[in-house]
C-alpha cells in the first residue's frame, strides 16, 4: 500500500473554491495542502487537470440486504459508490426485516464491516415494519453509532399524531426524521405524473399535492417541536416553496434532490418504459427549473441518488405492476456534469458542495478536506468519456433510463480512510 504521494497539478475543491493545488498524503492522512509541494520521500501522482474533491456522499441509497440479495448487497451497492466516487452512504431501512431494531441494526452493522467498499451508515425505521403504527424505540437505537436518524422511506407516515409524536422522540435524542413525503389518500394507482406523458397515454397520474401536502403538514409539526428534519427526494416546486419558507422562519429542516429530477422531466419518458418509473415520478419542466433554483440558492442542500436496485424480471413487468425506482449511485456525477455543469445549467461548485458538505451537514460528519484529517479524496477526469452499459455496472441491478448514454466525467482514483482505489476503465 502507497503510504506517503503527492497529487499533484489537481483542480482542487478546497474552502469553497476550485484552486490549481497540490495535496500530500502519508500513512492515510492529508500532511499539507499548497501551491507546490516537495518531498524526496514522496512519490508524485500527476493528475493535472483533473478534479479532486472530498469523496461524495449520498444520505439515500438503498442497499437491499438482509432480505433482496437478488437485488442488491452491501458488497455490490458499496462497490458501486466506489466506483461513483462516492465515500460514505446511508442505507435506508426497508429491508426484510427492516431495520427496526437493535438486533437487525446490529447485523447490518456486522455486514457492513465484512463487505462494505465504503463506509455504509444506515437509518432506523421510524415506525415497526413501516407500517405508520407504533414509534421504534428511538432512544436505544439512536446510540447506535451506524444509526444517522429515522426515515420509513418508501412509505410516508399518514398519521399526523404519529408524526407529530416521533418528532418529538427524535428531538429528545438530537436525532433528525428523514421524510418520504406522499399523502396517500392523494393517489390512484399511477406511475407516472399526473401531467403531459400521463395525459397524453391516458394514464393515471400520480399528483404533486400527494408530496407538497403532507411537506406542508410536517413542517407545521417542525414549528412545534423544533426538531431537525429533512425531506427526501424533492420533485415539486410547491415542496421548494415550503422549505425554504421554513428555512426562512429558521426551523431546522433540509431536503436532497436526486439526479433523475435534475435531469429528466415526464416529457422525457419513452414507450411507457418501467426504467422511467420511480417515486416520486420524473415532474414538469416547472418543477424541475425550481428544483435547480433550490440548488442555486442553497434551499436543498443536497443530492442525493435514491439509488433503487430491482431485477430485471421485476422492471420488465407491465408498467403498473413493475416497482418503482432505478439505480444511480455509479454513474451520478457522470450525468450530473453531462447535463447540467456542461450545458452552464449548474456550476461545478454548487454541485460539489451538494455532494460533499450539504449531506455532511445533515448527518453530523465531517465533508470537507481539511489538513490532519484521514484522506477521504475522488478524483476525476471531467473530460473523459464513457458510455454507461449493462457490462459497466457494479450493481447487480441495471434498471436505469440512462442505459446507452455517453457521458463526460469518470472518476479515476478514490481514496476512502486513507486506502487508494485506482480505479480501471469501465
Known amino acids: 500500500m502507497m503510504n506517503n504521494y503527492i497529487l499533484k497539478n489537481g483542480i482542487v475543491y478546497y474552502n469553497d473554491t476550485l484552486e490549481q493545488l497540490d495535496i500530500h498524503i502519508e500513512n ?12 524526496d520521500q514522496a512519490q508524485v501522482i500527476d493528475v493535472k487537470g483533473q478534479l479532486i474533491s472530498h469523496n461524495f456522499i449520498d444520505i439515500h441509497t438503498h442497499l437491499r440486504e438482509p432480505g433482496y440479495e437478488y437485488k442488491e448487497t452491501i458488497k455490490t451497492g458499496s462497490q458501486a459508490a466506489l466506483y461513483g466516487g462516492y465515500g460514505t452512504i446511508v442505507a435506508m431501512a426497508n429491508t426484510q426485516p427492516c431495520m427496526d431494531n437493535v438486533e437487525t441494526i446490529d447485523d447490518f452493522s456486522e455486514r457492513v464491516k465484512n463487505d462494505a467498499c465504503v463506509n455504509v451508515y ?27 436518524g429515522f426515515s420509513d422511506d418508501g412509505r410516508g407516515v399518514q398519521e399526523d399524531l404519529v408524526m407529530s409524536l416521533a418528532m418529538q422522540l427524535a428531538n429528545n435524542v438530537d436525532s433528525i426524521i428523514v421524510a418520504h413525503c406522499e399523502d396517500e389518500s392523494e393517489l390512484k394507482g399511477g406511475s407516472f405524473h399526473e401531467g403531459t406523458y400521463a395525459s397524453k397515454h391516458d394514464l393515471i397520474g400520480i399528483n404533486s399535492q400527494s408530496e407538497y401536502q403532507q411537506v406542508e403538514r410536517d413542517l407545521k409539526l417542525v414549528k412545534k417541536w423544533h426538531n431537525r428534519y429533512h425531506v427526501c427526494h424533492i420533485s415539486t416546486k410547491e415542496t421548494v416553496s415550503l422549505l425554504r419558507e421554513g428555512q ?14 435534475l435531469i429528466l422531466t415526464d416529457e422525457n419518458i419513452k414507450d411507457c418504459h418501467p426504467n422511467y418509473k420511480m417515486n416520486p415520478p420524473l415532474r414538469s419542466k416547472e418543477d424541475l427549473d425550481a428544483l ?18 430491482h431485477s430485471r424480471e421485476e422492471k420488465a413487468r407491465e408498467l403498473d405492476k413493475a416497482p418503482f425506482g432505478i439505480i444511480g449511485i455509479q454513474h451520478a456525477f457522470p450525468l450530473i456534469n453531462t447535463y447540467l455543469i456542461k450545458r452552464n445549467i449548474l456550476d ?79
Open 28 to 39: 492515510g492522512l492529508i500532511k499539507n495542502i499548497d501551491q507546490s509541494i516537495h518531498d
Open 292 to 309: 435547480i433554483q433550490g440548488l442555486k440558492d442553497g434551499t436543498i442542500c443536497a443530492i442525493a441518488t435514491d439509488h433503487a436496485p
Open 348 to 426: 461545478l461548485t454548487t454541485v460539489l458542495k451538494a455532494l460533499t458538505s450539504g449531506p455532511a451537514s445533515v448527518l453530523g460528519i465531517n465533508g470537507t478536506i481539511e489538513v490532519g484529517t484521514e484522506a477521504n479524496l475522488c478524483v476525476v477526469d471531467l473530460n473523459k468519456s464513457m458510455t454507461i452499459t449493462e457490462e459497466c455496472m457494479k450493481s447487480k441491478s441495471c434498471n436505469t433510463p440512462f442505459l446507452g448514454v455517453e457521458c463526460q466525467g469518470v472518476i479515476t482514483m478514490n481514496i476512502v480512510n486513507g486506502k487508494m482505489h485506482q480505479l480501471e476503465e469501465f
Open 122 to 148: 444506515t437509518y432506523s425505521a421510524i415506525t415497526e415494519g413501516l407500517k405508520g403504527e407504533s414509534i421504534v424505540d428511538m432512544e436505544t437505537i439512536s446510540k447506535k453509532a451506524i444509526v444517522k
Open 248 to 261: 426562512a422562519d429558521g426551523l431546522s429542516v433540509s431536503g436532497e434532490v436526486t439526479p433523475h429530477h
